[in-house]
């Protein structure tokens, strides 16, 4: 059901970070696709089920990349997509959103907020609510990496996976669980958004009243309960990570991989930042998620002009 472009993305040893973090760092690269982002793998499955059942239209709500990938998919397949999105996200994803034909609605407020006005219309017009993390297809598609992962061979010993609605954890983390059940799964979160740490870690949902953090593909305040208990059976620990350590990923990945990327795809950097002693010997992969940011904020955050 994947277009092929979203598959088989680079997987490689990326030595040049390996001093600064004091361990072997491997990079799955899921940014170099038509949607900058890993979520073409989700909405594929999505919007291949939804034609295959003769569905005219969907809507989701979304923080910017899976708008971006379901009016991808949607548009390929015929299907007439309404995104649902926060006055706030970065314009370069909500202008990707509009460049890919689909219709884009913006309310005040935040993702949460998005969601609830996308049940809405999704009730309003009887048409198909994709919700990512909870419908199954988002899920299946972000587990494509792990298979990925897991036919690489894999030598490494870590995974650290972004943490945001918990496609991406409990997609990759069931398949290496299941797969590779030696390699330790590790999701990480911002500080100023961590609902779903709070939540793996009471094994209770937890809400909070608001985030504050600039990745926003993973500010949310509301756990899907479902998710969580998918969660709590395949991540072996969550951890939450300091804004300055996100920059310093961000100007890492740039500056010894090449690579522009949005701070929810620097997430595992700043992990290891966070605690090398823990990674020390260790060869760890990290899912560069998304790379999906404002350049004008990016230029602010990494100190270049």
């Not at 709070?198 to 309960?225: C, L, Y």
């Not at 395949?234 to 350590?245: F, Q």
Request: proline share 4%; glycine share 10%; aromatic share 4%.
């Amino acid at each position: 059901m994947i277009d092929p472009v979203f598959l088989d993305t680079p997987l490689y040893r990326c030595e040049a970070l390996e001093p600064d973090l004091g361990c072997a760092v491997s990079i799955k690269l899921e940014t170099a696709n038509p949607v900058r982002s890993f979520k073409g793998r989700g909405t594929e499955v999505v919007a291949s089920l939804l034609a295959g059942n003769g569905s005219r239209a969907a809507v989701c709500a979304s923080a910017g990349n899976l708008g971006q990938a379901l009016a991808w998919s949607g548009r390929g397949r015929g299907l007439d997509v309404t995104v649902v999105a926060s006055r706030s996200a970065p314009a370069a994803k909500l202008d990707r959103i509009r460049a890919l034909e689909a219709k884009l609605e913006l309310v005040d407020g935040d993702f949460d907020m998005a969601r609830e006005r996308a049940a809405a219309i999704a009730r309003h017009d009887g048409i198909r609510l994709v919700e990512d993390s909870l419908d199954l297809e988002t899920c299946e598609g972000a587990a494509t990496i792990g298979l990925e992962l897991v036919d690489a061979a894999p030598s490494f010993d870590t995974v650290l996976i972004a943490l945001g609605g918990g496609a991406l954890a409990t997609g990759v983390g069931h398949v290496v669980k299941a797969l590779a059940p030696e390699v330790e799964v590790i999701c990480v979160q911002p500080l100023g958004a961590p609902a779903m740490t709070h939540s793996w870690r009471q094994r209770r949902v937890v809400t909070t009243d608001s985030t504050d953090t600039i990745a926003d593909g993973v500010a949310g305040r509301r756990p899907i309960p479902a998710v969580l208990d998918d969660l709590l059976v395949v991540a072996d620990d969550a951890v939450l990570v300091e804004e300055a350590s996100i920059i310093a990923g961000m100007r890492m990945l740039l500056d010894h991989a090449g690579l522009v990327v949005e701070p929810s795809a620097a997430l595992g950097i700043a992990a290891l930042l966070e605690d090398r002693d823990r990674f020390a010997g260790r060869h760890v992969v990290t899912i560069v998620c998304g790379g999906n940011v404002d350049m004008d904020a990016y230029h602010r955050w990494i100190g270049r002009h």
